[in-house]
Nanobody, 114 residues
Framework: QVQLVESGGGLVQPGGSLRLSCVVS????????MGWYRQAPGKERELVAS???????NYADSVKGRFTISGDFAKNTVSLQMNSLELEDTATYYC????????WGQGTQVTVSS
């Protein structure tokens, strides 16, 4: 059974930084892309950032210039470096990988508060 294990969430003040990491529990044949989504209370889940196995990255407009995604497709790991965090970044963040289907992590909470 494939599991995505996330780590790195927590409480941080506005302007601070966090790094989220995600490890896929076992080898998956041909991961096409990996990414991070987030869902705030009362809102729909949205894409934060993704990276393809060719290295192409995609970011939500709201995080461009502040967040950086990196992925290791040999080790099946993906990370999200989040800098200059804002109150609006508060959400549960979910790791995601796409092969012939989507796999999701259980989510890690990021809270930005003064």
């Amino acid at each position: 059974q494939v599991q995505l294990v996330e780590s790195g969430g927590g409480l941080v003040q506005p302007g601070g930084s966090l790094r989220l990491s995600c490890v896929v529990s076992r080898s998956i044949f041909r991961i096409n892309s990996m990414g991070w989504y987030r869902q705030a209370p009362g809102k729909e889940r949205e894409l934060v950032a993704s990276i393809s196995n060719s290295g192409t990255t995609n970011y939500a407009d709201s995080v461009k210039g502040r967040f950086t995604i990196s992925g290791d497709f040999a080790k099946n790991t993906v990370s999200l470096q989040m800098n200059s965090l804002e109150l609006e970044d508060t959400a549960t963040y979910y790791c995601n990988v796409l092969t012939i289907k989507y796999y999701w992590g259980q989510g890690t909470q990021v809270t930005v508060s003064s």
